[in-house]
């Protein structure tokens, strides 16, 4: 899915564009608009398209990525500021809004893009680049102006100085000097980069730019959206995916004060009014008869699971291959003996505090639109926008908003709430907000896939391993928030297969496979995607494959790490922050280790058990994480802490049930969320290593809910297959 990029830049390359970057997957027709202004118009010199420079010293950098909370707002443009050599007090951030083709994502083939942690590891080199290029740049400029050679000049924090005559100019007087505009932009290369320990911001723990404003409550999300002559909708949608309105009674809608009309949609019928309160009470006196037809009324969470679990069980069953090494068949036939295990996992929802919505106001005849909303991906906004009104990408203005959480939710290709806002607005020719209600987002949400895993090793007499099989049972969450990348990818569905490649493990002769099943949800990516539950099975599976093997857990996943000595210290570490091995009077430890992407973590649970109601609470977790180079250590530990307390909460106590095809749960008081109170102490250690930064932001989720089965185990003797770890399945483990 992701493409690294080629980077070779050249002479002009960075001012003309992303020259050098491999533009290797369509998308879809984007093409570059001024929707909302170009990010860095206005005053000053511009080196490249990432930054400008203004005579009044104030450093502007283009910000390619959306915040959704995870602080990319900060530590991309301070990447930036270390190349320049800048003052970081100097420097503003610009939202960058549309223009795939120069600031796409290389992580995401140059698509406005944010997910699966790729920000910092996407960006961190062209950010580095383009620091580089402004910075020599200005040194051109001062040399001209001095008369001086280019090689005697240094920078320091927002100034050019030369050493030898005591001049100095700062980076706002040399964007003033006539010589500035004339001056040959120079190459950039790695060569002229900073060696990492002259970084004076990266890796320092600079306060995040968007925390004051948050603390304060003054902080602007997409949802704080307000535009002149702005009306509200709220949506009633059918209550099963695909049912239609057979007849729809809007007489007690209308009658509702400040409400104006009703406006159908294609799965819903939308009531507009004046303010949002009125809208509410208009959406609850319409009444709609619906079809009963649609086949999703078949849907049923646990038939479907059930299903999905004699699919993966079913080995004669090919699935298509996910990572293969050597003939894993021929292992497992050759085996003195062979251990299976079947892992299930529930949808969970995304339960991000702000709800989904967007405001849009459209022209008359439907002709032109401008557009706020908080999602992840300026380019399928901006595609969402142009198809459901067939009007083309300069004809939008587009304004990225920062989002009260998300963790996967707002990436789809076609976004419905969008559309809402976009069909109310041109039906009432005023600007509308469409705002949904945590009821809608629950009902009408998009989820984690429910999978069934089917774990098949083989072990030698002397207790090797010799042969690993993971079969992931699930549908394709590509195919369906994404129809447009699966006709590329397909069937190489990374949403719904990451983590079960295990690259981190020597495991020998292995095969990971997916069995695609029948989609029977509403599905999206969920933070961790599809590691979040196959590194459950992955390492669940390895302690209970340890003890089959008479062997001791960390000694047994040590032996398979004999070539990775990286993991083999996240292990070491791990052992030793928990005092595993010492003894516990009524808790008892769990080890876990696992990957997402090319970050690894390992995480020791510490739990205690109410044998009466089956009540699990993770009193403290250790882990540490090799995510290469930290660039804002303060942020990338509360990423971690943020990724464990979600692995917590989803293994104990998240779960979607669908019945005849309606989701059962509504709001918090039946889909539970790990509570302050329930929050384990956490403990954090990075690795400090001599390589370019990779994810942080969901390592840690994966490595929770296995270390806390096995913990389980540790206490109970009884093993924990079903995630999450409800208190009835608990109760029937120790019966």
């Known amino acids: ?20 970057f491999a533009f290797t997957v369509g998308t879809g027709g984007l093409s570059r608009v001024a929707a909302a202004g170009d990010p860095l118009e206005g005053a000053g010199q511009q080196p490249n398209i990432w930054v400008k420079i203004g005579a009044d010293d104030l450093i502007r950098i283009v910000y390619p990525a959306t915040d959704l909370g995870q602080g990319s707002s900060t530590a991309l443009p301070l990447i930036l500021t270390e190349e320049l050599d800048a003052d970081w007090a100097q420097v503003r951030v610009e939202q960058l809004n549309v223009d795939d083709r120069r600031y796409g994502n290389p992580k995401f083939g140059m698509v406005l893009y944010t997910a699966g942690s790729s920000a910092v590891q996407g960006y961190y080199m062209p950010l580095r680049l383009a620091g580089a290029q402004a910075r020599l740049t200005l040194i051109r400029a001062a040399a001209a102006h001095w008369s001086a050679p280019e090689a005697r000049l240094r920078t320091e924090p927002s100034a050019v100085v030369d050493p030898e005559t005591g001049r100095r100019l700062s980076y706002g007087e040399i964007a003033a000097l006539p010589e500035m505009a004339a001056v040959p932009i120079p190459e950039a290369s790695e060569a002229v980069l900073k060696a ?124 298509a291959v996910w990572r293969e090494t050597g003939d894993v068949k021929a292992a497992l036939d050759a085996a003195s003996r062979t251990v299976e295990h079947t892992y299930l996992s529930d949808y969970a929802y995304h339960a991000q ?47 990225m908003m920062p989002m009260g959480g998300s963790f996967g939710r707002r990436t789809e290709l076609m976004q419905p709430y969008l559309r809402d806002a976009l069909l109310a607005s041109k039906a009432v020719g005023r600007p509308v907000k469409v705002l949904w209600t945590r009821e809608d987002d629950v009902k009408f949400g998009a989820f984690r896939p429910a999978a069934a895993q089917k774990m098949v090793a083989g072990l030698t007499a002397e207790g090797a391993l010799s042969g690993w099989r993971h079969r992931v049972a699930a549908p394709s969450v590509i195919a369906y928030f994404n129809p447009v990348r699966w006709g590329q990818v397909e069937p190489q569905d990374i949403i719904t297969m990451r983590g079960a490649e295990n690259k981190f493990y020597d495991l020998g002769a292995m095969r990971a496979e997916h069995l695609i099943t029948e989609r029977r949800a509403r599905l999206a990516p969920w933070r961790g995607i599809g590691a979040a539950y196959t590194s459950f099975a992955a390492e669940a599976f390895m302690d209970e494959l340890a003890e089959e093997a008479g062997a001791d857990p960390v000694a047994f996943r040590m032996a398979l790490l004999e070539h990775n000595p990286r993991g083999r210290w996240l292990i070491e570490r791990v052992l030793e922050m928990s005092g595993w091995g010492q003894p516990r009077s009524d808790t008892a430890l769990g080890l876990a280790f696992a990957g997402y992407g090319d970050s690894m973590a390992a995480g020791v649970a510490e739990i205690s058990l109410d044998r009466e109601n089956g009540g699990i609470a993770v009193k403290r977790f250790w882990t540490t994480v090799d995510a290469g180079l930290i660039v804002s250590p303060d942020n990338a530990l509360a990423q971690v802490e943020g990724g464990v307390v979600h692995g917590v909460s989803s293994a104990l106590k998240e779960r979607i049930t669908i ?77």
Not at 1 to 20: E, I, K, N, P, W
Not at 265 to 291: C, H, Y
Not at 673 to 689: G, N
Not at 706 to 713: D, H, L, Q, R, V
């Open 353 to 399: 505090f702000e709800p989904m919505g967007a405001v849009a106001a459209v022209t008359e005849g439907g002709g032109r639109a401008e557009v706020w909303i908080a999602s992840q991906t300026q380019s399928w906004s901006l595609r969402t926008v142009t198809e459901t009104l067939g009007i083309s990408a300069d004809q939008v203005t587009l304004h």
């Open 1 to 20: 899915m992701t493409t690294d990029a080629t980077l070779a830049v050249t002479r002009r390359g960075f001012l003309a564009g992303a020259a050098g």
């Open 196 to 319: 990492p320990s002259e970084f004076r911001l990266i890796g320092a723990d600079l306060p995040r730019l968007d925390i004051p404003a948050k603390s304060r409550g003054a902080f602007d999300y997409g949802a704080d959206v307000r535009v002149p002559d702005m009306l509200y909708a709220t949506v009633v949608r059918a209550p099963v995916e695909g049912e239609t309105p057979l007849s729809i009674d809007d007489g007690g809608a209308l009658a509702v004060p400040r409400v104006l009309r009703t406006v159908t949609l294609p799965d819903g019928v939308a009531v507009v009014a004046e303010t949002q309160e009125a809208a509410l009470f208009g959406k609850s006196a319409l009444s709609i008869e619906w079809s009963e037809s649609a086949p999703a009324r078949a849907f049923n969470s646990d038939r479907d699971l059930a299903d999905y679990a004699a699919t993966a069980g079913d080995l004669a069953k090919d699935g």
């Open 659 to 735: 019945a005849d095809g309606e989701v059962e749960q509504s709001n918090f008081f039946d889909y539970e969320i790990l509570r302050i109170d329930e929050t384990p102490e956490i403990e954090v250690d990075f690795a400090k290593v001599d390589a370019p930064p990779t994810s942080i932001g969901e390592v840690s989720t994966p490595v929770v809910a296995p270390a806390i089965a096995n913990a389980f185990y540790a206490l109970t003797g009884r093993r924990l297959r079903h995630m999450p770890f409800t208190p009835d399945r608990v109760l029937e483990a120790i019966a």
